[in-house]
């Protein structure tokens, strides 16, 4: 059974104070990981797709990478609006298996 | 920015109560999904759908049942309501093909049973 398991729960961070989420995961062959932001009330908001360990991608403040057992989101000099929950997916290989397990989530705060 | 609607946003119903739950959306995409999401927990994975005429359950048992009779469309009912169907309810779809596709979500719908 796929898993994924993410750390810490909650994270709170002051402006400008960088650091990383983690994402363990086991899945029975990985296609992709995924890495979403889910603001409160609203739906999650795609940031990344990692297909193969070592692979990196960057975007803004933020960075993913991806090992064979884990990924980390690396947010550099946060800012008060990367406030949200950050939530990680993985998506197995094979036939019908086109649906996203998903961690639990990091809350992070970013204050001013 | 993915196109995916859900309506209503919230609702408020009482039990026994039938309900369905609108998601369109307009990129084309094959492959929809619906889960559910309770506050500060995992999403899981309640009904999906390849294509028109094609859906199946989910990892996560639910007494709902879903339609694709149009690609854009995927609605989601529950023919009685129950408090337990209390939850936030999140339709999700992704590209064509047959790779690895990231799936793109709508807003979801807040579905509160009294």
């Known amino acids: 059974e796929d898993q994924v398991t993410q750390s810490p729960e909650a994270l709170r961070l002051q402006e400008g104070e960088s650091s990383s989420l983690n994402c363990s995961y086991t899945v029975s062959g990985l296609r992709g990981l995924f890495w979403y932001r889910q603001d409160p009330g609203k739906g999650p908001e795609f940031l990344f797709t990692?297909?193969?360990a070592g692979e990196e991608k960057e975007k803004e403040r933020l960075k993913a990478t991806l090992t064979k057992k884990e990924s980390f989101l690396h947010i550099t000099a946060p800012k008060p609006e990367d406030s949200a929950t950050y939530l990680c997916?993985?998506?197995?290989?094979?036939?019908?298996?086109?649906?996203?397990?998903f961690g639990s989530g990091t809350r992070l705060q970013v204050q001013p | 920015e993915a196109d995916i609607y859900q309506t209503p946003r919230y609702l408020v119903i009482g039990t026994g109560k039938k309900i369905t739950l609108e998601c369109s959306q307009t990129m084309g995409h094959d492959k929809m999904y619906w889960y559910q999401q309770d506050p500060g927990m995992e999403l899981h994975l309640i009904h999906y759908s390849y294509g028109v005429n094609s859906t199946e359950k989910g990892d996560l048992s639910s007494e709902s049942t879903v339609s694709r009779i149009r690609t854009e469309h995927f609605p989601l009912t529950l023919e009685s309501a129950r408090p337990s169907h209390t939850s936030q309810y999140l339709c999700a779809s992704s590209g064509t093909g047959t790779g690895t596709y990231e799936q793109y979500f709508g807003p979801g719908t807040r579905l509160t049973v009294t």
């Open positions: 990692l297909y193969s």
């Open positions: 997916a993985v998506q197995a290989r094979g036939a019908g298996r086109r649906a996203l397990t």
